[in-house]
């Protein structure tokens, strides 16, 4: 890992990694996974995961493996680099395509898939003052917000 790679990370144990919401190229999510795959890399990942269930909706998507993602990043490449190592890897995707998959993601509330998924979020987002119906983003979010505003 360069030395340089150093002061651009976030210390995952003192502050939560940027929000699934934030949009890089056209993805959601993967400024968290940055974030998180940073902080593993330095030993300051704190509760988080790298390589979880939400990293593997865009890995899913492009069809790249986590190792792999991690290995680029750790070369101290720039968001931007990775960004663009994400784009020229795996299945090739239209920006309409990363769109579309963006917005999916960003409004998924399980309704669509596992019941038991969609009882936790639901619970879960109550317990943090959200509404039932709230979306996985939200609720990442919240409990972000209120881990590091303690």
């Known amino acids: ?25 056209g993805f959601v999510i993967i400024a968290r996974t940055i974030d998180k795959c940073r902080a593993l890399l330095w030993g300051n990942i704190g509760e988080y995961h790298f390589d979880c269930p939400l990293d593997n909706m865009l890995f899913g998507l492009k069809g790249i493996k986590g190792d792999d993602f991690k290995q680029f990043v750790e070369t101290g490449a720039t968001d931007e680099e990775i960004v663009e190592w994400v784009k020229n890897n795996g299945v090739p995707k239209t920006e309409d395509e990363i769109k579309a998959w963006s917005e999916k993601v960003s409004n998924d509330n399980y309704s669509t898939q596992a019941p ?10 109550v317990k943090l003052g959200l509404d039932k119906d709230a979306t996985l983003f939200d609720f990442l979010d919240a409990d972000d917000k209120a881990t590091f505003s303690k």
């Open 1 to 25: 890992m360069s030395a340089d790679m150093k002061g651009r990370g976030k210390d995952l144990t003192v502050e939560a990694p940027r929000s699934p919401h934030a949009n890089m190229g």
């Open 116 to 125: 038991e998924k969609k009882q936790w979020l639901s619970e879960s987002a």
